[in-house]
């Protein structure tokens, strides 16, 4: 043990085996630096709170020292170094509600101090990061302490009872059912507060975590795996998978040469070394930063789980999920979810490059919008080069070309046609032709379009 100018206090050692050392601070102001307590950084921590005690332990082969901080809770949380201090400060007030309720839900459901550590928190990410004074007295330390004690007293409560609030630095936009995480999917486990939500806060530029990848050979594959999927052969494939509500891999069959074998995300994710197992193999189906990602932020991720990649097209972007898709036009500078009947049709139609082309407006109700038209279910979504309509007892059907124009040119939906029975169909002899509630429209290739009337 060294004083501030790296002499032994007192001139010699201090403790041993039998004799436990328990460290105080002599005046305000004075701190004491562990490098051995730093096991992040390696750089070390500072202490000024409290007292510290230093033992030894394990000395039946080799000694090993284990030092615990001995503080008041509110103390603890002080030294708390989860997030930066410059942060937002409702937002670092937020994490001090968190981790307040996490430390004492934790200490409360074990009940006393833990004998491997002797303690009733462990100060690194099996618990939380607690780094002392080196937070309290670093740039902006005096923000954080400042949120814990404008926060005092103010845990999570479910039920009458402080939960253990779990957090991360980043989710990927979607946090996880707790059972999916770490029970493989058994609902014995399921805890009514710790289930997966939208996380829309979590696309800025200054989070390093939304985008990321990790390429491997197949053989580096086969040989982390192997441990945990036994003797199978070369990797040459994944699937099925299940996936939880927020994407993550809940377990997935690993296919090799000589067989397969079925893993957790949690096993694949520490064999694999991944930084989550919210990840797709050999296809990248995230929903990137970009008008796309805003949207389905603003959303609250209703559109569900990503089931294609982003792709760009001309003028504009498209990506699917699993309730539908969100598209958009670079022209117009819009946005558009589409689903249900309307997102069918346009599938069926081909989409973003298909004959429509890109959306040049939102999903917009025909209800009084223009004379003669009282459906209140009834609407239309324009496109570059075309419309879908739609009306419960009529259908959901795409128009362009010639047809359209026609159809326009005598009323559209409030004409005498009605809304239209059918998308545009190609006549035999060539042009198109489609149906609709009172008649139908013939718009043969190099002849006047006919309109008739049931």
């Given at each position: 043990m060294l004083d501030g100018d790296g002499n032994l206090v007192g001139g010699r050692t201090w403790g041993g085996t039998t004799r436990r050392l328990f460290l105080t601070y002599e005046q305000d102001g004075a701190r004491v630096f562990i490098p051995e307590a730093d096991q992040i950084w390696g750089h070390g921590f500072s202490y000024a709170r409290g007292v510290i005690d230093l033992d030894l332990y394990g000395c039946t082969a080799a000694c090993r020292i284990r030092g615990v901080v001995q503080l008041g809770f509110e103390e603890y949380l002080y030294g708390l170094g989860e997030v930066p201090s410059s942060w937002p400060v409702e937002v670092l007030r937020a994490q001090a509600v968190a981790a307040r309720s996490y430390a004492a839900a934790t200490i409360r459901r074990q009940g006393g101090l833990r004998p491997g550590c002797d303690c009733h928190l462990t100060d690194g990410a099996g618990d939380q990061v607690y780094v002392g004074a080196s937070k309290e007295r670093s740039t902006d330390g005096d923000r954080w302490v400042g949120a814990v004690r404008d926060t005092r007293g103010r845990v999570v409560v479910y039920g009458g009872a402080i939960v253990q609030a779990f957090y991360a630095a980043s989710d990927?936009?979607?946090?996880?059912?707790?059972?999916?995480?770490?029970?493989?999917?058994?609902?014995?486990?399921?805890?009514?507060?710790?289930?997966?939500?939208?996380?829309?806060?979590?696309?800025?530029?200054?989070?390093?975590?939304?985008?990321?990848?990790?390429?491997?050979?197949?053989?580096?594959?086969?040989?982390?795996?192997?441990?945990?999927?036994?003797?199978?052969?070369?990797?040459?494939?994944?699937?099925?998978?299940?996936?939880?509500?927020?994407?993550?891999?809940?377990?997935?069959?690993?296919?090799?040469?000589?067989?397969?074998?079925?893993?957790?995300?949690?096993?694949?994710?520490?064999?694999?070394?991944?930084?989550?197992?919210r990840v797709w193999i050999n296809v990248n189906r995230n929903v990137v930063p970009g008008a796309i990602r805003e949207r389905y932020d603003a959303l609250g991720c209703r559109p569900g789980l990503p089931t294609s990649r982003q792709r760009a097209l001309t003028g504009g972007s498209e990506q699917l999920f699993s309730r539908g898709g969100i598209f958009h036009n670079d022209r117009v500078d819009l946005t558009v979810w589409l689903r249900g009947g309307v997102f069918d049709e346009y599938e069926a139609v081909g989409l973003g490059e298909g004959r429509l082309g890109l959306p040049v407006s939102k999903v917009a109700s025909l209800a009084g919008a223009e004379r003669g038209i009282s459906c209140t279910r009834c609407g239309r979504v324009r496109f570059e080069r075309g419309v879908i309509f739609f009306k419960p007892t009529a259908g959901v059907h795409a128009l362009w070309g010639r047809v359209l124009t026609t159809y326009l040119d005598a009323g559209g939906p409030a004409g005498p046609l009605g809304f239209p029975t059918s998308r545009v169909r190609a006549l035999p002899s060539g042009g198109g032709t489609a149906t609709f509630e009172h008649g139908v429209i013939r718009c043969p290739t190099g002849q006047a379009c006919v309109v008739e009337r049931a």
């Open positions: 990927g936009g979607h946090t996880e059912n707790v059972e999916d995480v770490w029970h493989g999917g058994n609902d014995a486990y399921r805890i009514p507060w710790l289930r997966g939500v939208c996380d829309p806060g979590e696309s800025t530029t200054g989070n390093p975590w939304l985008n990321w990848q990790v390429t491997m050979s197949a053989d580096q594959v086969t040989s982390r795996l192997r441990p945990s999927t036994g003797a199978i052969g070369r990797v040459v494939g994944f699937g099925p998978v299940r996936r939880g509500v927020s994407g993550r891999i809940v377990s997935v069959v690993v296919r090799g040469t000589d067989g397969r074998a079925t893993i957790s995300g949690s096993r694949l994710r520490a064999a694999l070394g991944l930084r989550d197992v």
